[in-house]
């Protein structure tokens, strides 16, 4: 299932921009911008990789003014029967994503910059172009690329050295991708560009060559072989060949890069000549002599369609705004008595074996099986609910964005997932206070826990992966925690089953068999309806998936053996755990793993539920104390509120129950 959200993220932006009919017949030329000769300081002292800074000579060249476009390459595509079949690489941390590239006539054209070209496809179209035009296209080398994003300027950006001036010149991976919030001030990168993805070339402040996106959109390739250093390089501005060649070097960062990486100077290695990535373009170089763009009838095209094309998305960004104040303004009258400080259960240290053989054929493995220490703990009863959020909303006006994956028809009672316009507050996905939230990303639970940690004093967080696993299996070995048996799912968990597919197939078009048993809920349920685990945890199976702090790994090689998070620098994706009410049996096995983008929101089930770090001197750090026996049968005013909001939910199952 995952496989494909992160699939879609890359359709999403082709289809939801402006469509244009193509001009088959004439050829979109690129805009090119006169670079004058100079000299300047390639490399710095940021990197290794890009020392020693060295002096280079670069003769004038020209550039295009933007990112090579869907379009442009889309035209390549048609022309020559080009195919990229294969896989494009999602970068997230151990063990990259690899996923299906459709056939190019599926894309829809546009001026956002193509992507998932390797630079053996970059090489492609502009060999063609080169023939087509009787002109010399190439790939700029990097000193030309380093020399022209920087345009005279030695700071860290063209435009100086302020993070928080990034997003008026580049499309990063800001706060847009974390949560936008008008209050709080939590956040986690510098600015907000308002892109959440690769977006319509040319939207930014240009640097003073008149180039656009050199910093973010896509990464680009150029000529050069990827070196781990400049010792050696060339200084007159000429690429850096090698007949053996087989890494490339790739530039200037993309939207899903952040501020870390974005320095002007910052060299990304992409790999092989063939490898593509979902964030790997270009821009095409001419020598200085080289006539520049022939003004024929479809570059003249281009130039309209893409003014109409940025002016569709700054509207889209308009209104966009307008509806997040609306958003704010509307929290602010939801009634939400006092805070909410979720019932904890207080889990005991111990130690237990993770993992199991029998996802050994997928991507996500949980093997090696490997026996891990548990320090006491304590998590939540039950899944975060929508009540629970609404009071951060309220008190932050925090935004968690407006679009979220749904199941989709398409022919044939085949289904798809699409990225569409919906929120955690989608009635659909939101039917009760009660039930538990969807629609959030990793970066919306993290927001959402640090301001509950800042309220009460807490020390709330993520669980880890091997907590999660250890607190869901509550001591079973066995395939759930309740025993092996399929057939008993519906008494401890909302999964996929015969009335969820039902509605599936009634609503969605989507038909495919469920599990055996029923639990009489379509969507997702009130939490706590189902009988706990051993722990007395509800909902460790199904009704949401759940976010861990862990970096979604794909296996078990050099897990940690104790309660800590598995962490790495650059670690765009993590950890789900516990299925989903469209979870198959298979898919609820305790120790089966799931995984998501961290910016990605799905109404197809992920959400969280929190731990707390025992403190020392807390009213229950001895699990077996009285005190703490009589704490944890002290109900909270949201248990007693949750009790009967249980008891209506429940008849109305009977109801429909009966009706069947
Ligand atoms: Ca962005
Ligand atoms: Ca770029
Ligand atoms: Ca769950």
Redesign the pocket.
């Known amino acids: 299932m995952r496989t494909f959200q992160i699939l879609l993220i890359l359709c999403m932006s082709y289809t939801h921009q402006l469509l244009w009919a193509a001009d088959e017949t004439e050829l979109i030329e690129p805009l090119m911008v006169s670079i004058p000769a100079g000299e300047f300081f390639m490399g710095s002292n940021n990197n290794p990789n890009e020392q020693p800074v060295h002096k280079v000579n670069i003769p004038a060249f020209q550039l295009s003014r933007y990112e090579v476009t869907v379009s442009e390459f889309n035209q390549f595509e048609r022309a020559t029967h080009y195919i990229r079949t294969g896989t494009c690489v999602i970068h997230g941390q151990a063990g990259s994503l690899e996923i299906y590239m459709g056939a190019p006539e599926n894309l829809a054209l546009n001026a956002n910059p193509a992507d998932c070209i390797s630079w053996d496809d970059a090489q492609a179209y502009i060999k063609w172009l080169a023939e087509k035009t009787g002109k010399a296209y190439r790939l700029p080398s990097e000193a030309e690329w380093e020399y022209a994003a920087r345009a005279k300027n030695q700071q860290k950006y063209f435009f100086g050295n302020d993070d928080n001036q990034l997003c008026e010149f580049a499309n990063i991976y800001g706060n847009e991708n974390f949560g936008h919030n008008f209050q709080l001030k939590i956040q986690r990168f510098p600015c907000d560009d308002q892109a959440d993805f690769k977006t319509v070339v040319g939207m930014y402040k240009p640097n003073s060559f008149g180039l656009y996106d050199m910093i973010g959109n896509v990464n680009e390739w150029v000529e050069d072989c990827a070196r781990n250093n400049y010792e050696g390089a060339p200084i007159n501005g000429s690429a850096w060949r090698d007949n053996a060649c087989t890494k490339r070097v790739a530039r200037g960062g993309s939207w899903a890069n952040n501020n870390e990486t974005l320095h002007v100077t910052y060299r990304h290695f992409s790999g092989e000549a063939g490898v593509r990535t979902w964030d790997s373009g270009f821009r095409v170089a001419l020598n200085a002599h080289d006539e520049p763009q022939i003004n024929n009838a479809g570059s003249k095209r281009f130039a309209a369609d893409l003014a109409s094309a940025q002016q569709l998305e700054r509207t889209t960004r308009k209104k966009k705004l307008a509806a997040i104040k609306q958003y704010v303004k509307n929290s602010k009258t939801w009634k939400l008595g006092t805070l909410i400080e979720p019932p904890m259960v207080t889990i005991p240290s111990g130690k237990f074996t993770m993992g199991s053989t029998a996802f050994d054929k997928g991507y996500l493995k949980a093997t090696p099986i490997h026996e891990v220490n548990i320090q006491s703990f304590k998590i939540s009863k039950y899944?975060v609910t929508i009540k629970q959020f609404k009071q951060f909303v309220a008190a932050t006006g925090y935004y968690p964005g407006d679009s979220c994956w749904r199941l989709v028809p398409e022919k044939g009672g085949k289904f798809k997932i699409e990225y569409t316009s919906g929120s955690w507050l989608t009635p659909e996905y939101a039917p009760s206070d009660f039930h538990?939230l969807m629609c959030v990303s990793w970066d919306d639970a993290n927001a959402y826990i640090a301001w509950l940690s800042q309220q009460t004093g807490r020390h709330y967080r993520l669980p880890t992966e091997s907590e999660w696993e250890y607190a869901g299996r509550a001591g079973a070995t066995t395939k759930y925690y309740f025993g092996d048996n399929d057939e008993e799912l519906c008494q401890y968990a909302n999964i996929r089953d015969e009335s969820g597919m039902i509605a599936f197939a009634r609503d969605r078009g989507y038909e495919k068999q469920a599990s055996a048993c029923n639990d009489f809920s379509e969507y997702t349920s009130i939490v706590g309806m189902y009988k706990p685990n051993g722990f007395g945890l509800y909902?460790?199976?199904?009704?949401?998936?759940?976010w861990v702090s862990d970096c979604s790994n794909g296996n078990y090689n050099g897990a940690p053996t104790d309660n800590s998070a598995w962490i790495s620098d650059e670690c765009q994706m993590h950890s789900t755990r516990?299925?989903?009410y469209s979870s198959t049996p298979f898919n609820s096995q305790i120790a089966w793993r799931g995984h998501g983008e961290r910016a990605n929101r799905s109404s197809i089930g992920e959400?969280f539920r929190i731990v707390e770090d025992i403190q020392a001197g807390d009213s229950c750090d001895n699990i077996s104390s009285a005190s703490c026996k009589k704490l944890a049968q002290k109900k909270s005013q949201f248990e007693i509120d949750l009790e009967k909001a249980q008891k209506n939910f429940a008849q109305k199952k009977l109801r429909a129950t009966n009706n069947m």
């Open positions: 899944e538990p909902d460790m199976i199904g009704n949401v998936n759940e516990g299925g989903s959400g």
